[in-house]
């Protein structure tokens, strides 16, 4: 069982890469599990016709968790698997950990207690998917959001980022992340994805910023009507538009990630070296604005 873990700034598409790479792999004859970790629990959507499915804490919640305990939930077989995994496209198992009540715990706190019940039910030995995919918010200041990375869940982190400068500073701070527990038995930092978003396409910046983490570039991801199209009607370019470039791009870097052996612990950029990168981001940025 290979485990994928993508990171990124909220916005910036971790869904719509880890969506498309789920499609493309089960294509492939590949089983693929897609854990959601953000709260928002719409990581999957794009797998299931844009329909939500209960997070694993809304069930906890329905059950008594709060009253009984977790403990007591799973040792009476109070939790079926039927009530939590979900199939997607293609057969895609997909799971939402979802969050606490608005404005009450931590929302990362979801993380922890779905995989501890995932764990416990023993869902990975029934499920026995290939890949598993965790598609993680890039706020690794909180340990729940860490948690993939920082227990080592994933075989590889992927950060994915556009050349956006708050992009950037949160891909940073994942590096950050994981050069802090790579060495702990954390996750190693398989490669970054760019996935063009907002004014600034430059595909210089982002491969500049990984050369200088010690890491590579191993896939782009272009802005693309068909995606924006596709996920519209709640699909993967994939299932929307399976002869398209963009759907053989998908196919190509999914493969690229599955077959990768090559991990580094990164080296993240000081913060003086940051705000200096960030000025030529902004630079840029300008330029290109000014320019159209």
């Known amino acids: 069982m290979k485990q994928i873990a993508f990171y990124g700034k909220g916005g910036v598409g971790k869904s719509t890469v880890s969506s498309n790479i789920a499609a493309a792999l089960v294509e492939q004859g590949i089983s693929v599990f897609v854990i959601g970790c953000d709260p ?125 400068y708050l992009a950037i ?41 990984a050369s200088r983490v010690g890491s590579y570039v191993i896939g782009c991801v272009p802005n693309s009507n068909q995606i924006a199209e596709a996920e519209i009607g709640g699909q993967t370019v994939i299932e929307k538009a399976p002869a398209s470039d963009i759907a053989s791009l998908f196919r190509e870097l999914a493969l690229r990630i599955y077959e990768n052996t090559v991990t580094s612990v990164p080296n993240p950029l000081s913060s003086s070296e940051m705000i200096a990168f960030g000025r030529v981001i902004k630079a840029k940025t300008r330029e290109r604005y000014l320019n159209k």
């Open 40 to 164: 928002k629990h719409d990581c999957t959507m794009n797998l299931r016709g844009d329909t939500e499915i209960p997070t694993i804490l809304d069930v906890l919640r329905a059950k008594g968790v709060e009253q009984m305990g977790l403990d007591e939930l799973v040792s009476g077989n109070g939790i079926k698997l039927e009530e939590i995994i979900y199939e997607g496209y293609g057969g895609v198992y997909c799971a939402e950990c979802g969050g606490p009540k608005p404005g009450f715990g931590c929302a990362g706190r979801g993380v922890i207690v779905a995989i501890d019940l995932l764990k416990r039910l023993h869902i990975f030995e029934t499920l026995n998917p290939d890949v598993v995919i965790y598609d993680v918010p890039g706020d690794v200041v909180c340990g729940g959001f860490a948690m993939p990375l920082r227990k080592g869940l994933a075989d590889a982190v992927y950060i994915v980022t556009s050349a956006d």
């Open 169 to 209: 500073y949160a891909a940073n701070n994942i590096c950050r992340g994981i050069s802090e527990f790579a060495n702990k038995g954390g996750s190693p930092l398989g490669g970054v994805i760019y996935n063009v978003r907002g004014i600034l396409d430059d595909e210089g910046i982002v491969r500049d910023f």
